[in-house]
T-cell receptor, first 114, second 114 residues
Framework: DADVTQTPRNRITKTGKRIMLECSQTKGHDRMYWYRQDPGLGLRLIYY???????NKGEISDGYSVSRQAQAKFSLSLESAIPNQTALYFCATSDFYSGRETQYFGPGTRLLVL | AQSVTQLGSHVSVSEGALVLLRCNYSSSVPPYLFWYVQYPNQGLQLLLKYTTGATLVKGINGFEAEFKKSETSFHLTKPSAHMSDAAEYFCAVSPSSNTGKLIFGQGTTLQVKP
């Protein structure tokens, strides 16, 4: 089984709809991240969390919110989806104590906002 | 501000030829540097990383990279390309310790021709 899983893998939604992307990990890592990938722009950090009570905005947090329900779960929400949020979204995890800054990525969620 | 620049969004080589993917970074403090690979429809996988010590870093699948502080570069090389190396490659920098944040380059798509 994969260490970092994301659900759904693909999602089509309409402008204005609320949508949640979920991430779970079995690596036992304390840190979790959400990125979006757009062609020609690489990956950009949306939010990150160092533990359940520590959530931080990343480079492009506007229009997004997150919830760290447990050490192993980190959800990303689009409160009112818009077309320019169409992208590939990745969750990642890391553990400060064993591999400093090495991040392990999930398979991604491809989101299309119509 | 820290940044990463990958020179060339697309690189095409023949099977068996040298692979060279270029990465330059800017960082006001000694960085940690990473190369990730993304195969089609998959998440990112760590190829190699530089933290401290030896400046020539060997990674998986025959890839290696050399940290050159004077040139602020971390170019990725492989002596002989294989068809299975076709993927998108991302250079990333962690600009300071214990922040958990990665800054990614724009990505380079490697095409390997038979």
């Amino acid at each position: 089984d994969a260490d970092v899983t994301q659900t759904p893998r693909n999602r089509i939604t309409k402008t204005g709809k609320r949508i949640m992307l979920e991430c779970s990990q079995t690596k036992g890592h304390d840190r979790m991240y959400w990125y979006r990938q757009d062609p020609g722009l690489g990956l950009r950090l949306i939010y990150y969390s160092f533990d359940v009570k520590d959530i931080n905005k990343g480079e492009i947090s506007d229009g997004y919110s997150v919830s760290r329900q447990a050490q192993a779960k980190f959800s990303l929400s689009l409160e009112s989806a818009i077309p320019n949020q169409t992208a590939l979204y990745f969750c990642a995890t890391s553990d400060f104590y064993s591999g400093r800054e090495t991040q392990y990525f999930g398979p991604g969620t491809r989101l299309l906002v119509l | 501000a820290q940044s990463v620049t990958q020179l060339g969004s697309h690189v095409s080589v023949s099977e068996g030829a040298l692979v060279l993917l270029r990465c330059n970074y800017s960082s006001s403090v000694p960085p940690y540097l990473f190369w990730y690979v993304q195969y089609p429809n998959q998440g990112l996988q760590l190829l190699l990383k530089y933290t401290t010590g030896a400046t020539l870093v060997k990674g998986i699948n025959g890839f290696e990279a050399e940290f050159k502080k004077s040139e602020t570069s971390f170019h990725l090389t492989k002596p002989s390309a294989h068809m299975s190396d076709a993927a998108e490659y991302f250079c990333a920098v962690s600009p300071s310790s214990n922040t958990g944040k990665l800054i990614f380059g724009q990505g380079t798509t490697l095409q390997v021709k038979p």
